[in-house]
């Protein structure tokens, strides 16, 4: 019998929601972890009793958990997270020069194929690889010795590594995006790192086509195209068919093209999912109604999906990493609230039902889908 | 043996219930009670202090004997009550208002 576990990390604490194929009925666990932010909660494509957890708290600081038994039970794991070298400096709001400090850890992404092997993102922007269970860190020092890394700076957010993207068909290459830098590609594991943000226009910045300093919020793909990516911009969706090397923007007849969230259809390469947020200044919907929109053509024409969803005095806000799908069929949407709701929908979004509402505010969603 | 009082997150994240004791060297300093925390709780380091620098985190403070210790150094030698064991060290979570 096929089941669904939801890992849904928040502002206090982690819950794991469970249920079978037919996402009907749905038992909550949590939570885990209570009092600590949950950044992040994944599990291991590899083993998906291997779930590992980003805990942080604005008091103690990063600590890293780990569970080999699909959440029973935790071990803290390793949770010193040091640059490489000399860690130099990126730009601060202002524009003047600030040393590079680690923050917390916003995006954890395990291995395809080997569950000891896990990613992290973190701010300030780098990328960290444990090859033990996550016992210890490196960085990937590549990225931030990209020569743009100086130029780089934080958006409202921080200056955040939040999505990690690996090539299901060649493992030397993955994708990761930085608010407020933009997004990198390698080709070699990791060594070196290019910047893939042409076609990205952003009115915000000195120079609206930079090679960096786009507010980049996420970033999706279908692992069939791996070539193939859809951003949700600050502002903007966009779409690449060369792995970045060109992005153009899809965002056609959406009420607003800002938001934070984007993510694919498991089984449909071209039919994608945002929620436009109303603005950078009002992270909220439009009107007080909830809606996500769906594109069954890679974007530019979009349809509005409500059924289920609230259509009045709705003013939560959808975070960059709190969107994810199953790969049932048909495909389940999941996405959580800074309200605490997390609503999915077991039809590709046709129909939606809050599977838990009263949680802390959501910071992310995963979704493991058990076989 | 020294007696060490953990913030309420930082005692689940070690699993203990209440106060810890632990074996210090002597002189007990502030230093060496939080470098025999980290060692008999190796989950607990960089929470309370840098990993690498040992600089104390922000939030994070120290008491002992109705004397904030949060901000002397920490090769200070801890009162005489917390050596003897009538008073414990007490690491806590400073208060955040709002």
Sequence with gaps: ?371 | MIRVVLPPHLKVLAHVQDEVVLDVEDPPTIGSILDAVEDHYPMLAGTIRDHVTHKRRPFVRFFACEEDLSHVSSDTVVPAAVIAGKEPFLIVGALAGG
């Design chain 1, 1 to 371: 019998m096929s089941g669904v576990r939801v890992l849904a990390g928040t502002r206090k604490g982690a819950f794991i929601l469970t249920s079978d194929g037919a996402r009907n009925r749905w038992e909550v666990n949590g939570p885990y972890f209570g009092g600590w932010e949950m950044y992040h909660i994944k599990g291991s494509p590899a083993d998906p009793n291997r779930i590992y957890a980003s805990q942080s708290s604005g008091w103690f600081g990063q600590t890293m958990q780990r569970s080999d038994d699909a959440g029973k039970t935790w071990v803290p794991v390793g949770n010193k997270f040091v640059y490489d070298g000399v860690p130099g400096t990126h730009q601060w709001y202002d524009g003047t020069p600030h040393p590079w400090e680690f923050k917390r850890v916003w995006h954890l992404e395990p291995s395809l194929t080997d569950p000891d092997l896990v990613y992290a993102g973190v701010e300030d922007a780098a990328i960290f690889k444990s090859t033990d269970g996550g016992m210890t860190w490196a960085e990937m020092p590549g990225l931030r010795g990209h020569g743009s890394g100086p130029r780089w700076q934080p958006g409202a957010g921080g200056l955040c590594l939040h999505t990690i993207l690996l090539d299901p068909k060649d493992a030397q290459r993955m994708f990761i995006a930085i608010s407020a830098a933009g997004a990198f590609r390698t080709d070699d594991g990791g060594e070196t790192w290019k910047a893939i943000n042409q076609g990205l226009r952003s009115q915000y910045i000195p120079d609206p086509n930079a090679e960096v300093g786009h507010c980049v919020h996420r970033i999706a793909m279908h692992r069939s195209r791996p070539n193939t990516l859809f951003m949700q911009k600050h502002w903007d969706v966009m779409r690449t068919d060369n792995a970045g090397d060109q992005w153009t923007e899809v965002s056609g007849n959406l009420p607003t093209d800002f938001g934070f969230v984007i993510d694919v259809h498991a089984h449909e390469p071209e039919t994608i999912y945002v929620v436009p947020i109303k603005s950078d200044s009002e992270h909220y919907p439009m009107d007080g109604a909830l809606r996500v929109y769906r594109s069954r053509t890679g974007g530019n024409e979009w349809e509005p999906l409500t059924k289920g969803l609230p259509q009045e005095n709705c003013f939560v806000n959808v975070l960059r990493d709190s969107m994810s799908v199953d790969q049932l069929d048909p495909c389940g949407i999941y996405f959580g609230t800074t309200g605490g709701q997390v609503y999915a929908s077991s039809d590709g979004g046709d129909s939606w039902t809050a599977i838990v509402h009263d949680l802390p505010p959501v910071l992310s969603v995963e979704v493991q889908t058990l076989s």
